[in-house]
């Protein structure tokens, strides 16, 4: 027997201690939550996505009465972006949660389904995608998708 002991890396930010580009790109994600469309959960999620070529793509989460039918405030942005600049990658993606009246106090972290489709967007363009997860107390900022899943399945595993 081996054991394996899987190791990620993530760091902890306050909003002074953003750049100005990530401050941007979160304040759009926050932005974001008064669009969510979410009458059963009300549990609002902004997302904003940065493309190399500068052009921010706004997701929140939209919900469904038949709920699985409903969609991730990340994933609707990461695919609005494939579809309107397949060719773009996406550089940097943030995220905000807002419940009760106001954002969350911990950074809202994206469900397994959005981990895997962040992963995907960045293999798809072969370079890493900053993640910024915003919180009242603390703002979360990881260098690549692939931090959420150190174990990846991507194209490459298909094949065996
Ligand atoms: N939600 C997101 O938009 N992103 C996540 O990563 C977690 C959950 C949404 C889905 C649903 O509309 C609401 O939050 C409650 O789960």
């Known amino acids: 027997m081996k054991e394996y002991t899987l190791k990620t890396k993530m760091r902890s930010y306050q909003w002074d201690e953003l750049t100005e580009e990530q401050r941007e790109l979160v304040s759009i994600a926050k ?41 991730c405030a990340e994933r609707s942005a990461l695919f609005a972006a494939g579809a309107q600049y397949p060719e773009e990658p996406v550089v940097k993606l943030a995220i905000a949660c807002f419940t009760g009246g106001h954002f969350t106090k911990e950074p809202g972290s994206p469900c397994g389904a959005c981990r895997q489709v962040m992963l995907e967007t960045e293999h798809r363009y072969g370079g890493k995608m900053e993640v910024l997860l915003y919180g009242e107390d603390e703002i979360f900022v990881f260098e690549s998708a692939a931090d959420f899943l150190p174990l990846t399945f991507v194209s490459e595993n298909l094949n065996g």
Do not use: D
């Open 31 to 71: 932005e974001q939550i008064k669009r969510s469309y979410c009458p059963y959960s009300h549990f609002h999620v902004g997302a904003a996505a940065k493309l190399a070529n500068g052009v921010v793509i706004r997701g929140c989460n939209q919900e469904n009465a038949a709920y699985p039918s409903g969609l």
